[in-house]
């Protein structure tokens, strides 16, 4: 069985600080995949990051950065420099085949002006 | 590319009535659509995939019969909750899957209030 653990419930920081999102998951496959969603006020999803289990090679975006770590199944979500239009939800996701896509309890971030 | 629209985005119904959602691929061939339920502040769960052209396959604890799917075209899923009560009441989000692929691409999702 499949699992995503996000353990940060909620978190709150100032502007312009940097902040890590934890994903743990759990999976008996080689093959998966890892996703970041970000959910605003609005509810859409945003998708913001794919990786496959063979690709642990960290990945920057802008201020968004993620580090994969197969070694201890975790995923991790940072955002350096926060802003205020940065406050979401954001959820990890992981997905063992195309037919199924399980999500983790998500993180609710607010940033403070 | 890839846009899923789902509609209504929101509704309000009363106890008793049903209620049809619609999740359409816009720029894409859909062969797979997934519904999603999401109630305040928590996660999505997955209630069930539809595959065009058959029946979907419900997660366990869904009620196939009060969670209507269908899946008659390559490009819209219906989702009809029949005989709505208010614990219902959440926010329903559709993806849908390209042959072959594995990104799922999400519609805006459908708040529903039942009253």
């Known amino acids: 069985a499949q699992k995503v653990t996000q353990a940060q419930t909620e978190i709150s920081v100032v502007e312009k600080e940097d902040v890590t999102l934890d994903c743990v998951y759990e999976t008996r496959d080689t093959t998966y995949y890892l996703f970041w969603y970000k959910q605003p006020p609005s509810g859409e999803l945003v998708f913001l990051i794919r990786r496959n289990s063979f690709d642990e090679q960290n990945e920057i975006s802008g201020r968004y950065s993620w580090n994969f770590q197969k070694s201890t199944s975790s995923f991790n979500f940072t955002i350096t420099a926060s802003q205020v239009v940065d406050s979401a939800v954001y959820f990890c996701?992981?997905?063992?085949?195309?037919?199924?896509?399980?999500f983790g309890a998500g993180t609710r971030l607010t940033v403070k002006p | 590319g890839a846009v899923v629209s789902q509609h209504p985005s929101w509704v309000i119904c009363k106890s008793g009535t049903s209620v049809k959602i619609e999740c359409r691929s816009l720029d894409f061939q859909a062969t797979t659509m997934f519904w999603y339920r999401q109630f305040p502040k928590q996660s999505l769960m997955l209630m069930a995939t539809s595959n065009e052209g058959s029946k979907a396959t419900y997660e366990q604890g869904v009620e196939k019969d009060k969670f209507l799917i269908n899946h008659a075209s390559l490009t819209l899923s219906t989702l009809t909750v029949t005989s709505a009560h208010p614990e219902d009441s959440s926010f329903y989000i559709c993806s849908a899957r390209t042959p072959g692929q594995w990104e799922q691409y999400f519609g805006p999702g459908t708040r529903l209030t039942v009253t």
């Open positions: 996701a992981l997905s063992e085949d195309s037919n199924d896509m399980r």
